[in-house]
């Protein structure tokens, strides 16, 4: 009774537990959305050693403690070293702990963590106060939730107690197990006080794995400069202001991402200014450029939330009619150089501003001394052009990140990263608001910066030089291109440019994603490449799908891209290289006839594929109804066997009867 579920661990090796137990309890501890995903974080708010005698003073060497860890500044009252000491005092006089637990006991000290538990969603569940109990000597780390009495003194919530275990069987064995001495009186509100059976199964199977799989990361916690008690309120604010974004999204881009995704961003540049505000004891919002600003959703937002500033890029979004006047977006080029300085703005925006990102800490740093910047890098730009990777110990994501922070610090910032929550792979961003040097250095400052760009255009030059085998203007794009003409709208004022021959983003965006090619050509090289891949597979006795034995339908054979591509011919190929991605590209465009997986392709069998899922945004469900039965189903037309689902459940049409108009068509028309 009380044994909530165990899981058996095995330690090859030897070399993770029992340090890979307690990380594990760390993410638990600090990140327990990465489990609970109906949580969005939580505050520690103190935490320190604490004796197991009566004294219930903490231990002077660790009495700061880390209040607002993972997250600046914490909302409400503050907790510090005293709290903690007067919380521990309480506590003791409510236990000792009750079986199954294991008792506190043995040589050394224990450690408390006080956090608090941050809801996600809604109308937000109030957060919830817990103390955890680390006993490394007994290997167990016990959760006492708290409740505030009328007379602010805190009472632990017995019914909630649990506590998680690690235990040594033999060798390379161990177990790890959640357990509660009061099961039957369990209180669940499903957010911050789970089930049960989920702390049994699902938190223990991923603490199991973490113990084991641990690895240093890479990067910096989430959210670490900033309050995430703070982020979780405003975030869910602005994405209740800003949702109905994604219902009148004009854009061909995923509608969700891109205005959550903008949304979190604001949210975090929002909370990083009201901090900076308080820092420097300013009334006024800061004022803002946003530098590639692309759908300018992000300006929106800040506008909208009373900070001025404006955006600029290349080419002018559909969407960015649908803002107003009060969201001010700029279609211009920017060609870093002294025509393009900001010496009034406050702070600097590049959100996956492409080739401009390593050019935002320069511009900062010669638009005046006070103004600040930030980058969230996302494609990989040097300063003239695609970045050279030089390192092959670190991913290329790693060093590129390093790149641009040696640029901040070149640039005499005091440069701090932080990783935000954003649907994206790319989530590290670079933040630069203090220099490291007084005013009066700013022209040594800059002829530092004018030697670092150089010394990049020289690598530069010198990467292309050892190109050899590759075709030149494949592969070194721009990068070699640093003697060439500016464009014709800068050539007046060429001798402000910073780097002669940059290259901006070309103003009509190219398509050459296999999209332009004529559709005879797509149909007959989709044809002729699943013709080679049926007519690699042993000859089989089929019968035709609408009513045979569904074993005998020809699948084929997998072919790597290069056995594809020596069964076309020169013309055909010449086409494809046009495009970016090539053969590669225009085979997995056709996704409803290949797969192609690991460089291999294979005819893609629908029978297999997964039904969609009852968890999937309710965007893209809607937009999987829509597309139902608008295109001619191609295996129903080619593939020898026909298809290998029946009519019903085909997402294609069988036969021009069964087609139905496309309902995106009609809504695009509608909105023009």
Same mark, same amino acid.
């Given at each position: 009774?009380?044994?909530?579920?165990?899981?058996?661990?095995?330690?090859?090796?030897?070399?993770?537990?029992?340090?890979?137990?307690?990380?594990?309890?760390?993410?638990?501890?600090?990140?327990?959305?990465?489990?609970?995903?109906?949580?969005?974080?939580?505050? %520690?708010?103190?935490?320190?050693?604490?004796?197991?005698?009566?004294?219930?003073?903490?231990?002077?060497?660790?009495?700061?403690?880390?209040?607002?860890?993972?997250?600046?500044?914490?909302?409400?009252?503050?907790?510090?070293?005293?709290?903690?000491?007067?919380?521990?005092?309480?506590?003791?006089?409510?236990?000792?702990?009750?079986?199954?637990?294991?008792?506190?006991?043995?040589?050394?000290?224990?450690?408390?963590?006080?956090?608090?538990?941050?809801?996600?969603?809604?109308?937000?569940?109030?957060?919830? @106060?817990?103390?955890?109990?680390?006993?490394?000597?007994?290997?167990? %780390?016990?959760?006492?939730?708290?409740?505030?009495?009328?007379?602010?003194?805190?009472?632990?919530?017995? $019914?909630?107690?649990?506590?998680?275990?690690?235990?040594?069987?033999?060798?390379?064995?161990?177990?790890? !197990?959640?357990?509660?001495?009061?099961?039957?009186?369990?209180?669940?509100?499903?957010?911050?006080?789970?089930?049960?059976?989920? @702390?049994?199964?699902?938190?223990?199977?991923?603490?199991?794995?973490?113990?084991?799989?641990?690895? &240093?990361?890479?990067?910096?916690?989430?959210?670490?400069?900033? !309050? =995430?008690?703070?982020?979780?309120? #405003?975030?869910?604010?602005?994405?209740?202001?800003?949702?109905?974004?994604?219902?009148?999204?004009?854009?061909?881009?995923?509608?969700?991402?891109?205005?959550? *995704?903008?949304?979190?961003?604001?949210?975090?540049?929002?909370?990083?200014? *009201?901090?900076?505000?308080?820092?420097?004891?300013?009334?006024?919002?800061?004022?803002?450029?946003?530098?590639? $600003?692309?759908?300018?959703?992000?300006?929106?937002?800040?506008?909208?939330?009373?900070?001025?500033?404006?955006?600029?890029?290349?080419?002018?979004?559909?969407?960015?009619?649908?803002?107003?006047?009060?969201?001010?977006?700029?279609?211009?080029?920017?060609?870093?150089?002294?025509?393009?300085?900001?010496?009034?703005?406050?702070?600097?925006?590049?959100?996956? !501003?492409?080739? @401009?990102?390593?050019?935002?800490?320069?511009?900062?740093?010669?638009?005046?001394?006070?103004?600040?910047?930030? #980058?969230?890098?996302?494609?990989?730009?040097?300063?003239?052009?695609?970045?050279?990777?030089?390192?092959?110990?670190?991913?290329?994501?790693?060093?590129?990140?390093?790149? %641009?922070?040696?640029?901040?610090?070149?640039?005499?910032? +005091?440069?701090?990263?932080?990783?935000?929550?954003?649907?994206?792979?790319?989530?590290?961003?670079?933040?630069?608001?203090?220099?490291?040097? &007084?005013?009066?250095?700013?022209?040594?400052?800059?002829?530092?910066?004018?030697?670092?760009?150089?010394?990049?255009?020289?690598?530069?030059?010198?990467?292309?030089?050892?190109?050899?085998?590759?075709?030149?203007?494949?592969?070194?794009?721009?990068?070699?291109?640093?003697?060439?003409?500016?464009?014709?709208?800068?050539?007046?004022?060429?001798?402000?440019?910073?780097?002669?021959?940059?290259?901006?983003?070309?103003?009509?965006?190219?398509?050459?994603?296999?999209?332009?090619?004529?559709?005879?050509?797509?149909?007959? =090289?989709?044809?002729?490449?699943?013709?080679?891949?049926?007519?690699?597979?042993?000859?089989?006795?089929? !019968?035709?799908?609408?009513?045979?034995?569904?074993?005998?339908?020809?699948?084929?054979?997998?072919?790597?891209?290069?056995?594809?591509?020596? +069964?076309?011919?020169?013309?055909?190929?010449?086409? @494809?290289?046009?495009?970016?991605?090539?053969?590669?590209?225009?085979?997995?465009?056709?996704?409803?006839?290949?797969?192609?997986?690991?460089?291999? =392709? +294979?005819?893609?069998?629908?029978?297999?594929?997964?039904?969609?899922?009852?968890?999937?945004?309710?965007?893209?469900?809607?937009?999987?109804?829509?597309?139902?039965?608008?295109?001619? $189903?191609?295996?129903?037309?080619?593939?020898?066997?026909?298809?290998s689902l029946p009519s019903e459940a085909c997402p294609y049409a069988h036969g021009t009867e069964e087609l139905r108009q496309s309902q995106i068509i009609k809504k695009k028309k509608h909105i023009q």
């Open positions: 009774m009380g044994l909530v579920g165990t899981a058996a661990v095995r330690d090859t090796g030897g070399a993770a537990l029992p340090r890979g137990f307690w990380a594990a309890v760390r993410v638990w501890l600090e990140k327990p959305q990465v489990a609970n995903r109906r949580l969005s974080g939580a505050a %520690v708010q103190a935490e320190g050693t604490v004796p197991l005698g009566q004294g219930g003073e903490i231990a002077p060497s660790l009495a700061s403690g880390r209040a607002g860890a993972g997250g600046g500044g914490q909302e409400g009252r503050a907790a510090g070293p005293a709290e903690l000491s007067r919380l521990w005092r309480e506590v003791q006089g409510q236990l000792p702990l009750p079986p199954p637990l294991t008792g506190w006991g043995g040589p050394g000290e224990l450690r408390a963590v006080l956090r608090t538990l941050l809801p996600r969603g809604r109308p937000a569940a109030p957060p919830a @106060l817990e103390l955890a109990v680390q006993d490394a000597y007994n290997g167990t %780390v016990t959760f006492l939730p708290l409740e505030e009495n009328s007379e602010g003194k805190y009472l632990v919530k017995t $019914c909630n107690i649990y506590q998680i275990q690690l235990k040594h069987i033999k060798d390379e064995e161990w177990s790890i !197990s959640v357990v509660a001495p009061f099961p039957e009186d369990w209180f669940s509100d499903g957010i911050v006080y789970p089930k049960l059976a989920w @702390l049994g199964n699902e938190l223990l199977l991923k603490l199991a794995k973490w113990s084991v799989e641990q690895k &240093p990361s890479e990067f910096k916690s989430t959210l670490s400069l900033i !309050s =995430v008690a703070k982020y979780s309120k #405003v975030y869910q604010d602005l994405k209740e202001k800003y949702k109905v974004m994604v219902k009148v999204w004009p854009e061909v881009t995923d509608p969700e991402k891109f205005v959550y *995704e903008d949304v979190a961003i604001a949210t975090y540049l929002l909370i990083l200014w *009201e901090e900076e505000r308080k820092e420097k004891g300013l009334t006024k919002k800061q004022s803002f450029v946003d530098l590639g $600003c692309g759908n300018g959703l992000l300006v929106h937002i800040l506008n909208n939330e009373g900070h001025s500033g404006r955006g600029i890029d290349v080419r002018r979004r559909k969407i960015w009619d649908m803002y107003g006047p009060e969201t001010h977006l700029e279609e211009a080029t920017i060609i870093p150089g002294d025509n393009h300085l900001f010496p009034d703005t406050d702070w600097l925006i590049g959100n996956h !501003s492409d080739e @401009l990102t390593p050019w935002i800490p320069v511009i900062a740093a010669r638009s005046s001394y006070s103004c600040c910047y930030f #980058v969230l890098p996302c494609c990989f730009f040097d300063f003239h052009g695609k970045y050279s990777r030089r390192q092959s110990k670190k991913t290329q994501y790693r060093e590129y990140l390093d790149f %641009v922070a040696q640029v901040g610090f070149v640039c005499g910032f +005091h440069v701090e990263e932080d990783c935000l929550r954003i649907p994206s792979t790319k989530r590290v961003s670079f933040i630069g608001k203090s220099r490291t040097y &007084p005013p009066a250095e700013h022209a040594l400052i800059d002829n530092q910066i004018t030697q670092f760009i150089n010394s990049r255009r020289t690598r530069a030059v010198t990467t292309c030089d050892k190109q050899v085998g590759f075709r030149h203007e494949d592969h070194c794009d721009s990068l070699c291109e640093v003697g060439s003409e500016p464009p014709e709208d800068e050539t007046e004022t060429a001798g402000t440019i910073w780097m002669p021959g940059f290259q901006p983003r070309e103003k009509v965006e190219q398509i050459r994603n296999c999209a332009s090619l004529p559709r005879d050509f797509v149909d007959e =090289v989709v044809l002729n490449v699943a013709k080679l891949l049926l007519s690699a597979a042993p000859q089989k006795s089929c !019968s035709n799908m609408q009513g045979g034995n569904m074993n005998t339908w020809n699948q084929g054979e997998s072919l790597s891209l290069r056995e594809v591509a020596e +069964h076309l011919n020169k013309e055909t190929l010449k086409k @494809l290289k046009s495009e970016y991605g090539g053969l590669q590209t225009l085979l997995k465009s056709n996704h409803q006839v290949f797969e192609v997986l690991n460089g291999r =392709v +294979h005819i893609r069998d629908w029978r297999k594929e997964k039904p969609p899922s009852k968890t999937k945004p309710e965007v893209k469900r809607r937009l999987s109804a829509e597309a139902f039965k608008t295109r001619l $189903c191609w295996f129903f037309i080619h593939h020898p066997d026909g298809c």
